[in-house]
C-alpha cells in the first residue's frame, strides 16, 4: 500500500492551496491530491476578493492567474432594497486611508478577477502537480481508514476507473467542499437557520453591457441588485459572457412550482438586469454544465470543530457563508495558508501540548473569520432602508468591534463591503507579515490614527511605562510556512498587540521605566542584526492606541 504524509480529498482552491504550500515549504513531504473530477471542471463562485491574492504568490501562481486573461475585478456596484439608485465602490478607495501618508498599498490588494472557476481551479491544481504533488483526478474518496474505536484516520479509499484503492497517510486534509466528506462522517456540521437560501444561475450572451453597473469599458465591476424574492448577481466572465445568478430563500424555491421559471421570471422582472438581457440567450460554459439554469443549496454553516485528531478541514467543507460578500474563495485561499503552516508546524514538533496548542489556534482563528463574516452577512440582509443609515450601521459594527478604527459611515461600509471584517482581524489578511507590518497596514485600512508626530510630542519628555493591569501573554501567529510564538501585550480595552520574537526584549524596558530614545536605540540595533523591530515611534504609538502606556 502506498503510504504519503499527507493525503488531500479535492482539488478545489482549498485542495491546491493546502498541498501547494505544504510542497512549497517542505519538498519532501509526499503529498496526494484525490479529485473525483476530471478539470476543468464547472463550478460556481466566480467573483474574488483581492484578500486572496497575496496568497496566490505564496503558493507561486499569481503570474499565471495574472495573464490568463481573466477580467480584472476593480469594484462592484449595488441596488439594494427600495431605493433604486445605483450606487458602489473600486477597491481603489482603499488607497485613500494610504495616500493621506503618502503612501499606496500594493496593486495584489486593490485587484482580484471575474473567473471561470473551471479555468481558474484547473490552472491552481496544475500548479498544484508541478509543484510536486502527486494529483489523481477522477479519483473518488470513498471511505475512511480509521484506528478501531479510535477518531484517528490513518487512510482512505478511493475509486477510479480501475476499481477500489487504500492509500495510508499520516494526515488526512478534507477539502472536498460543500460535500463536506469528513464533516458528513462525523455530523459535526451546524446550519445557520436563518440563512438558508438556494441559487439558481445561469451564462448569457448577447448582453447589452450597461457601463453605469459594470464598468466601461473593461466590465471590471460586478453588479448586485435586489429583486422581489431576493437578489441577483451579475458577473462579466469574458467580454461576451456573463453570469447572472439569483439567491432566494429556500420557502420560495419550495413554493415555485418550476425553478427554472422562478429564475427567468426574477430576470425578467427586475427591469435593471432585463434591459442588459432583453436579446441575450443562454449558453453553457463548459462541457460538463449539464444544465441552462444550474442550482446549488445555498445554506450557511460551520463546523463544530475543524480538526481532529490526523484530520483537517478546510475550504467549504469546514464552513460557508452566504455569497453576499463574494468571500468563499477568499477565506479558502486564506485559511488554506493556515491549514498548510499548522500541518507544516505540527511535522517540525515533537511536543504533544505544543501541536494540541497548534490546532486550538487554528480551530480559534477559523471559526473567527466565520463568525465575523456571518455577521457581516447579516448586516446585509437585515438592512432595506436608506443607504445612508445603512453606511451609519456599518461604521456602528467596526466600531464595536475595534474601538480604535477612524472612518467616516462610506469607508466604514466600503471595508466591510470589501470584506474586510475589522482591523484586529484583517491583520490576518495581509499574507505573511510579522505582526507590526500587518498592523501597520491594518491601521491604514481602518484609519487608526498614526499621528506620529504629536505622540512623540506627547511622550517626548515623558517616562514611558506599561500601565498596571496590562497583561503579557503567549500568543501566535501565521509567518512564511509555521506558526510563531510571540509575546502579546493586552491593553486594558483587550485590544493587543504582537511582538515579533526579536522584539521581545521592548518587554523588559517598559515594564521598568524607560524613554523614547531607549526604544528607539534598541529598535535600531535590532535592526542592525537584520532582524525584525518596529521604530521606537511605532511601537509607542501603538501601545498608545491600546490604551497600555501610563
Ligand atoms: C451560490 C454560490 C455562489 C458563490 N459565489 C462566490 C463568489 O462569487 N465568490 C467566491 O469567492 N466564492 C463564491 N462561492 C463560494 C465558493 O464557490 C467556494 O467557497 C469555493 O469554491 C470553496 O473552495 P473549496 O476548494 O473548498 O471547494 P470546491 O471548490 O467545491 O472544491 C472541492 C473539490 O472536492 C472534490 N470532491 C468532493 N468530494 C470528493 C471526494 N469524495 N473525493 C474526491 N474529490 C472530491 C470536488 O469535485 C471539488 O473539485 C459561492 C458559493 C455558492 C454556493
Redesign the pocket.
Known sequence: MKTYDLVV?????????VATLIKRYSPDLKVLV????L?P?H???????AG?TPVLKEMGVYEQVNKHGFLEKLGATYIWGHDRKPWGFSFDELNTAFTSQGKRVSEIYTKAWQVN?AEY?HILLNHTEEAGVEVLQG????RLIQDQGSERITGVE?KDQDGLHTVACSWLVD?????A?LGRKMSIRQYDEKMN?Y?L?GYWQGVRWNPEYLGSPELTR?FVVTTQHGWL?C?PLRRDTVSV?L?THRQTLQHAQNSDQLYLNELASCQEIHSMLKDAYMVRVTPDQTRDVCA???WSYTSQRMSGPSWVL?????G?VD?IL???????HEL?QKAAYTLLSTFASSSDRQIQAYWDFYNDTYQTYLQAYRDMANFWYSNNFSMESWQWEARRILTQRDSTINLTDREAFTRIAFGYASRTESVGLFGSYAPFEALRLADGLFGTSWDAKSVAEKYAEHPLKLKENVQISDGMYYYWGRIRHTKRIIGENKEYLDLHPSEECFIDLLKNTCTLDTLSQTARSIQQRKELARSGIDLIVQLDNIGALV
Not at 9 to 17: D, E, F, L, M, R
Not at 314 to 318: I, K, L, M, N, T
Not at 326 to 332: E, N, R, Y
Request: hydrophobic share 40%; net charge negative; aromatic share 10%.
Open positions: 480529498i479535492g482539488g478545489g482552491p482549498a485542495g491546491s492551496t484525490l479529485e473525483k473530477a478539470f471542471r463550478h460556481v463562485g466566480e467573483s474574488l476578493l486572496a472557476r481551479d479519483a473518488r474518496v470513498v478511493y477539502c472536498s467542499g460543500q460535500d466528506f437560501n441559487a444561475w460586478i448577481w458577473i445568478g439567491v446549488i443549496q445555498d478546510v475550504g467549504d467543507s469546514a460557508f455569497p463574494s468571500s468563499g474563495t477568499m477565506l479558502t488554506g
